[in-house]
């Protein structure tokens, strides 16, 4: 039996060109789709609106991996169209980015209202201090830095009115109150050096979800997948073809 379509969502700040390393590692013969979860203009769409979307252009049956933000989406994809994902890939992922009285385990809010004006303000400076907050504390932070900006150059970024909504994205969704909801096997990829999105969301993740696992990236940061892009190939084509 073929394995299923595999289905990637990027990050905040990120476009589909970011994976570009990781599907040339991919097993022959695999279907991968990266779609743009940012790439609906000027409208302002809600999560749930761009989940449709996407949804209504990939097979029925697929595994979504989702990287950071798009790990929430996939998160919500799960929740939304259960029937559609078989399993869930969640990169660097939290439940909640954004910290609060009942969750410690996010990026303080006096300290996202600050990079929101950066965003406004300068959206390339903010970007270039984002990727080097994604790489810090990585074991190879200068060379998963340098790969990383190659990536992303491959495409134009997105404008500041996209980013700034999707930033509003990221201030505003909760999604602990549908984990226990979400019973697809689910594989949590985390790196144990991650600045952005702390540990302890991935094993906050691991907890609340009913059929999950846990593969720390020792030493990584917050893109793994950028660090090894053959070994993490290998481990979500098995995880996919199980």
């Not at 379509?5 to 905040?12: A, I, K």
């Not at 022959?28 to 409208?43: C, E, K, N, S, W």
């Not at 997105?158 to 509003?168: F, G, K, N, S």
């Not at 909801?181 to 050096?193: E, F, K, L, N, T």
């Amino acid at each position: 039996m073929s394995a299923l379509p595999l289905v990637l969502l990027h990050g905040w700040g990120a476009h589909p060109g970011v994976w570009g390393e990781l599907i040339a590692h991919m097993a022959l013969g695999h279907t991968v789709i990266a779609p743009d979860i940012t790439g609906y203009g000027d409208a302002a769409p809600a999560i749930d609106q761009v989940i449709d979307r996407i949804a209504a252009t990939v097979p029925e049956r697929c595994v979504i991996a989702g990287w950071s933000l798009g790990g929430q989406l996939a998160l919500a994809w799960a929740d939304r169209h259960p029937q559609q994902v078989a399993k869930l890939i969640l990169i660097s992922t939290t439940p909640r980015f954004v910290a609060g009285l009942d969750w410690s385990h996010g990026m303080d809010v006096k300290a996202f209202n600050s990079f929101s004006d950066v965003v406004s303000t300068d959206p390339a400076a903010a970007l270039r201090r984002f990727m080097l907050l994604e790489t810090q504390g990585d074991m190879d932070a200068r060379d998963v830095a340098r790969k990383l900006e190659v990536l992303l150059a491959s495409r134009a970024a997105a404008d500041r009115v996209v980013l700034l909504h999707t930033l509003e994205w990221l201030r505003d969704t909760d999604l602990r109150p549908v984990l226990p909801a979400i019973r697809q096997p689910a594989w949590v990829i985390h790196g144990d050096r991650d600045r952005i999105t702390p540990p302890g969301a991935a094993e906050y993740l691991v907890q609340q979800l009913p059929d999950a696992r846990l593969a720390w990236m020792h030493g990584n940061a917050h893109a793994p997948f950028i660090s090894d892009p053959a070994a993490f190939s290998r481990m979500i084509t098995e995880f996919c073809n199980e």
